[in-house]
């Protein structure tokens, strides 16, 4: 047994394969499996277990990812965003760094008692934090020919896959993430894998429309090969996904500064949108969730009825509220916490978002309606405790002490 972040979880007893895929949706699951794209996941209605979990909240990548690799919420990891506002440093900067991270993964812990981990995420900006005093491999698809074994405990990889790096706005990022996965399965054979894909595709294509469908289908396949292999795999998803549309498609953005400097002044507010990372291309940094940062006179609960009264909010809340229901850490999340609602984005100004890459109807995430997400696995369950709420973070302890 082994007590990871208040949690106790058993070794493995054959190889564990969790999988997080970024911006799934229940429904592409659905969808690919009604098409009959993907018959080891249909196959699993019968052999397998299929829950439906609920991921963090802000419903972004790199808060879930770590929630997933700790077992534990953010209050307790610490990272809330792809991007925050370091009040230490006064500056708006990427959360990508270890330094952010207040616990250790269950990657490094089982590591630590001997089992052989190892760790392919698509875009290089997880890397880091996943592997985070990991005694194992770990690497990105993104940055694959730049593998060195001190680094990153392999040597090689683009050879061991075999299959050229794609290029970082691709589907194929994420399945190069899998075909290592695979190829580590059958040379390696590690006891626990963990594999994180890019939601390229989710922030096009809806469940079940042709690409949405095509790359489930390839999920599927590698899948279908690590379960021959003996695998036990447990697929989850960092967060859902939805339209952020008018019904002519348009994006549906209330531009939260512009809202604010018009009601209050400029300088006295500032929004910060955790979502912002240096990949904007597919979403224009807009999502369902963002903080603001108050300076005098300017008061929580004045900013907070000027947010209500706004069109598409959800959930309007100050800090102490905020991090209590979200589990967020109150120290990195600013005076206001801003969820907007399915149909509706946030962004800062008008001008500071540069909406030109959106070649599709904008798809996006960040809210409470982005917060339901599969927690398959490919085993059937022991008697599952009733009526209890499963997080994406509980893939670890599904995947070691519940399957049979
Ligand atoms: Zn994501």
Known sequence: MLTVNGRTYRMPKRPLVVVCVDG???????????????????????????????????????????SIVTGAPPSVHGICGNFFFDTDAG????????????????????????????????????????????????????????????????????????????????????????????????RD???????????????????????????MAMIDGYLARLDAMGATIVLTADHGMNAKTDAFGRPSV??????????????????????????????????????VYLSSPVTPDQAIAAIRSLPGMDAVLGREEASRLYELPPDRIGDVVVVSERLTAI????????????????????GTSEQRVPLIASRAAAALPAGRRWRNFDAFDLGLNHLD
């Open 24 to 66: 799934c949706e229940p429904d592409y699951v659905t969808q690919a499996i009604s098409a009959g794209r993907t018959p080891f996941l249909a196959s699993l209605r019968e052999k397998g277990t299929c829950l439906t979990a609920d991921c963090v909240v802000p419903s972004f990548t790199n808060p879930n990812n770590l």
């Open 91 to 186: 500056e708006e900067v990427m959360m990508n760094d270890a330094k952010y991270l207040r616990a250790g993964t269950i990657l490094a812990a089982l590591a630590d008692a001997g089992a052989k981990v190892a760790v392919v995420t698509a875009k290089d900006k997880l890397r880091g934090l996943l592997g985070h005093r990991l005694k194992g491999i770990c690497f990105s698809s993104e940055r694959a020919n730049e593998v060195t074994l001190e680094k990153n405990g392999i040597e090689k990889a683009v050879e061991l896959v075999g299959r050229p790096v794609p290029p970082v706005y691709s589907a194929e990022l994420s399945e190069f993430v899998f075909a290592a996965g695979v190829k580590l399965m059958e």
């Open 189 to 215: 054979r590690p006891a626990v894998t963990y594999l994180s894909t890019t939601d390229y595709v989710q922030h096009k294509a809806a469940p079940g429309v042709g690409a949405a469908n095509d790359f």
């Open 254 to 291: 209330i531009y939260l500064q512009d809202c604010l400097d018009t009601r209050f002044g400029k300088g006295t507010t500032r929004v910060i949108l955790p979502i912002t990372d240096p990949y904007v291309v597919h979403h224009g940094a807009l999502g369902s969730f963002a903080t």
């Open 347 to 366: 962004g800062t100004t008008r001008e500071r978002h540069d909406l030109s890459g959106l070649e599709v109807p904008l798809r996006s995430h960040g």
